[in-house]
């Protein structure tokens, strides 16, 4: 079964700024002014890395609630980086290499430890944790 979501809108007229509608919202991308863009919107891996931390933050709200434990925030800190794979020095063609996301999550809150201690896996659970670490398959036309 196959299930969509939101179309999505790119469009860009010039430079690197690129306008993104999905349904009634817009938001800009764009690339900063050391790699010829105008910096007026986060750059394409940072609406990445941003749409990942949304996802595992309000998975974990809607897991508290749920639960109806007294989660008072949730904070999501990402760092973006890529990385050598191990079996680069193998490798006889070009290096692989991997895209890595880094992130710590803080939950304040009257929690106890005993509702402290799922919380990570919770987060892991988030839909787009999910789909990133199982891989995409993307078809273009």
Known sequence: MSQTTTAIVV?????????????????FADEPISFGGTDQGPNPYD?????LGSCTAITLRMYAERKQWPLEEVTVRLQHSRV???DEKVCEDEPVRLDQIEFKVEC???LSEEQRAPMLEIARKCPLHRTLSAGIKLVIS
């Open 47 to 51: 609406l990445l890395v941003g749409a």
């Open 11 to 27: 469009r860009n007229t010039s430079g690197y700024k690129a306008e993104i509608t999905a349904g009634n919202h817009t938001v």
């Open 108 to 110: 304040k809150g009257a």
């Open 84 to 86: 050598h794979a191990e």
